[in-house]
């Protein structure tokens, strides 16, 4: 799959209602400068990370470009503004893998632990549905603040945390428990 799907999925993923949200948002504006992209992008992590991490950024067309290359595996986005809140993400090359297999409804590879920042908080999803785009009455759709994201860890990982389908976001639990995408939620205060 094209880094550009991947990436273009990655958004999704910290924003499942995108397609959901109110159009009237964030108002398009003038679009960002490269210095205010990498402002946004750097909120994804801790600045010992994102100092030294490739900046990405999704263009109007769709298409992924780079605005600043990176030196520590890590890739952050900025915040993506057709979505409700605050999402700017970093995650490292694990972290991508896992989400390519997910992207292309694949088994995530065996033996890559990911970790994923969002301390900038995340937008709205499903904590069921890998591939829910809105709230239904079935696919539990919640609210997260800023978290870490550990993917990829061997089923027994996720055993040891809450897996409800309606969970206390406030303390680790399991997002999409029993699909191959299943990952640990960790709020960060």
């Known amino acids: 799959m094209p880094q550009k799907s991947i990436l273009t999925g990655l958004l999704v993923l910290s924003a499942g209602a995108a397609l959901a949200a109110p159009a009237a948002k964030k108002k398009a504006a003038a679009a960002p400068s490269d210095a205010q992209l990498i402002a946004s992008a750097m909120t994804a992590a801790p600045a010992a990370i994102a100092r030294n991490a490739t900046i990405v950024a999704m263009e109007a067309s769709g298409a992924m470009r780079t605005i600043r290359k990176g030196t520590n595996g890590f ?11 605050p ?3 970093c995650l490292d090359a694990n972290a991508m893998a896992w989400a390519h297999a997910w992207m292309g409804h694949q088994t995530p590879p065996a033996g890559k632990i990911g970790f994923m920042y969002m301390l900038a908080g995340g ?34 990982f996720y055993d040891q945390y809450p897996k409800g389908a309606d969970p206390d976001t406030s303390v680790p639990y399991v997002m999409w428990a029993g699909t191959p995408y299943q990952h640990l939620m960790a709020p960060v205060k």
């Open 123 to 156: 937008t709205d999803a499903s904590n069921t549905d890998p591939y829910a785009q809105k709230p239904t009455a079935s696919n539990h759709w919640i609210k997260t603040g800023p978290h870490i994201m550990i993917v990829g860890a061997d089923a027994s």
């Open 75 to 85: 890739s952050c986005m900025p915040d993506n503004p057709t979505t409700p809140g």
């Open 87 to 89: 999402d700017p993400m």
